[in-house]
């Protein structure tokens, strides 16, 4: 299984960036998917989670924001992100919770950098 993220870039602050990511590879069943990131200097943290059964849920800096969508045909998850603020730059990293031959497992995309700038 493989996950690629796309759709980073440089924006300026007040801007929107859309990111995708889709998986690949021997698939049964998709659980869980979500976006984390990590700035420099920081620990990878969580941006938003969205559950088979479209059940969302968001880190309160981007509440209001930012909207995590899935679309489990394609296998893919999206990040809307609205209202970009430079404390946004960071490397996103998506996730998803795979169901393969005989076992669960949590697969990373390489992640895709978002630069904000002010």
């Known amino acids: 299984v493989q996950l690629q993220a796309s759709g980073g870039g440089l924006v300026q602050a007040g801007g929107s960036l859309r990111l995708s990511c889709a998986a690949s590879?021997?698939?049964?069943?998709?659980?869980?998917m979500g976006w984390y990131r990590q700035a420099p200097g920081k620990l990878r943290e969580l941006v938003a989670t969205i559950t088979n059964g479209d059940v969302t849920s968001y880190a309160e800096p981007v509440k209001g924001r930012f909207t995590i969508s899935r679309d489990s045909a394609k296998n893919t998850v999206y990040l809307q992100m609205n209202s970009l603020k430079p404390e946004d730059t960071a490397v996103y990293y998506c996730?998803?919770?795979?169901?393969?031959?005989?076992?669960?497992?949590?697969?990373w995309g390489k992640g895709t950098l978002v630069t904000v700038s002010s």
């Open positions: 590879g021997s698939i049964f069943s998709i659980y869980t």
């Open positions: 996730k998803m919770r795979i169901l393969v031959i005989g076992s669960v497992m949590d697969f």
